[in-house]
């Protein structure tokens, strides 16, 4: 864990966060400025900066985020309908927070263009 990280601190909730499931590996919780009716960001209770950092020695904690959305979509009621998850990765690619996350967006049919402007 990293002590300056925002999502650390939301996962070792010293800091409030809207936390709709968590389990040993993962985290979910609201994002703070949602761009769907559904906004959720999914991160790996470890400090992983980014999909650029993603090795064989923390994979489990990625693997289970895959296993995560299903659950995150039972909870929020949208597995019938479906979902986007989107995962920004550095500068290029819009990444914001260094800590490895996934934003599960549904709630409404998503356009071609949902990503932050
Ligand atoms: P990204 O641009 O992919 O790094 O996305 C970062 C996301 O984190 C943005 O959608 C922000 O709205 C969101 N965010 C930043 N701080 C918080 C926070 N304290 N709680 C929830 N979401 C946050
Ligand atoms: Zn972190």
């Known amino acids: 864990m990293d002590?300056?990280?925002?999502?650390?601190?939301?996962?070792?909730?010293?800091?409030?966060?809207?936390?709709?499931?968590?389990?040993?590996?993962?985290?979910?919780?609201?994002?703070?400025?949602?761009?769907?009716?559904?906004?959720?960001?999914?991160?790996p209770k470890k400090h992983i900066v980014s999909l650029e950092d993603v090795s064989e020695e923390n994979l489990e904690y990625v693997a289970k985020i895959q296993l995560a959305f299903r659950e995150i979509a039972k909870i929020t009621g949208v597995s019938q309908n479906g979902y986007r998850v989107i995962c920004n990765c550095g500068e290029d690619g819009g990444q914001e927070v260094k800590h490895l996350h996934y934003h599960f967006l549904a709630g409404k049919k998503l356009g071609a263009k949902i990503v932050h402007d």
Request: hydrophobic share 45%; proline share 7%; with cysteine.
């Open 3 to 43: 002590e300056n990280c925002i999502f650390c601190k939301i996962i070792k909730k010293e800091i409030p966060g809207s936390i709709v499931y968590e389990n040993d590996y993962v985290c979910a919780f609201k994002d703070l400025h949602p761009v769907a009716p559904v906004h959720i960001l999914v991160v």
